[in-house]
């Protein structure tokens, strides 16, 4: 076994700096120095739902360069700048996976953290540690002119909008509503501009109308307000709601347009929708997570094509309970990124 730093959750105390062990490098596995790591709300909700019995280390979209390469590792070199998001191994054989879509895996996809590993079924712990072992197959090349703090999020936060936008054939022409502004909606809406749809930001107050302008948006609707919401009825060709609260989707499936597509990107568990509100315009409900390994290769070029990139906050890494604390009240624009360096005293 390899050891390295990290920050494990340890029950009630949260978060702690702890020695983890990283198996040794397979035939295509790379090892990263992880140096930066994006904040998810998944990893809120981990550290919320954790029993303590199995170990946690949280941490699903970052950045690092490859240290190690396993003997039959073709990809890469010593010295490449990679990225990682949520996802590091599927069966490779199901339909799914042969079509690219590995988030989709029908065996399930191995998850970064909180995964169980296909190979020796140890628990996968994540990337809020100073280095990762992964197979080659799910690391990415970070293209040139990226900046490798900025691009973590897009490893969980932007793959998880860009699918669906992609798969909407989002573009000119096209008209765009992107309803939430937060980690995965500002994201949404710089790469719904990027890709040339005319934009509008729908948030619950005023607030976020600057920003929303600033991020490119043409448009902004206060969700509160009754008569905005009327006056937009089925002027949009695609909705993605990244809303991640239970939610009623009706005022939102009220702003589809004629065949168009309702695309809900937070997880809801359950909900209840009127097949009227469907049939009168044709209307589609579509829901998307993540992305398998050619969209992220896509997503990345594009970003790095058109200078697309999330708005950050960097903090150290030791400051992550600060960040998890700001974060669970929204207190963000729009992403937090943990700088790993600092481990390298903790350890
Ligand atoms: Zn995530
Ligand atoms: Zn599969």
Not at 139 to 167: F, K, Q
Not at 218 to 240: G, H, K, L, W, Y
Not at 285 to 314: K, M, W, Y
């Amino acid at each position: 076994m390899r050891t390295t730093t990290g920050w494990q959750a340890t029950g009630a105390e949260g978060l702690k700096p702890a020695r983890l062990e990283r198996r040794e490098l397979r035939r295509d596995d790379i090892a990263v120095r992880v140096d930066y790591c994006g904040l998810c709300h998944s990893d809120l909700q981990a550290l919320h739902n954790h029993d303590g019995h199995s170990p946690l280390v949280p941490g699903h979209e970052f950045t690092g360069v490859v240290s190690e390469l396993g003997p039959e590792v073709t990809g890469f070199s010593v010295g490449d700048t990679v990225a990682v998001g949520n996802i590091v191994d599927s069966c490779r054989h199901c339909p799914m996976c042969r079509a690219g879509q590995e988030n989709f895996c029908h065996e399930f996809p191995t998850l970064t953290y909180g995964g169980r590993d296909r190979v020796d079924g140890s628990t996968t712990l994540g990337g809020f540690s100073r280095e990762y072992v992964v197979r080659e197959d799910f690391a990415y090349r970070l293209p040139e002119g990226l900046d490798p703090a900025a691009a973590a999020p897009l490893m969980c936060a932007g793959i998880t909008v860009w699918e669906p936008l992609r798969a909407l054939d989002v573009g000119p022409g096209k008209r765009v509503a992107v309803v939430g502004l937060g980690g995965l909606g500002h994201l949404a809406v710089k790469l719904a501009v990027a890709l040339g749809a005319t934009t509008t930001v729908i948030s619950r107050t005023q607030d976020k109308a600057d920003d929303a302008r600033r991020l490119g948006a043409q448009e902004f609707i206060v969700s509160a307000d009754s008569a905005q919401m009327t006056a937009a009825r089925e002027s949009f060709d695609v909705v993605i709601d990244t809303v991640s609260a239970p939610h009623d989707l009706v005022p939102y499936l009220r702003l589809v347009g004629l065949d168009g597509t309702l695309s809900v990107v937070g997880y809801l568990g359950e909900i209840t929708v009127e097949v009227t509100d469907l049939l009168i315009g044709r209307k589609k409900l579509s829901s998307a997570g993540s992305g398998g390994r050619p969209a992220t290769a896509e997503l990345l070029q594009f970003c790095a094509d058109n200078a697309v990139l999330p708005d950050i906050e960097v903090l150290p890494s030791a400051e992550v309970a600060t960040a998890l604390t700001r974060m669970e009240r929204n207190d963000v624009r729009y992403r937090f990124v943990l700088d790993m360096s600092d481990l390298d005293e903790a350890g």
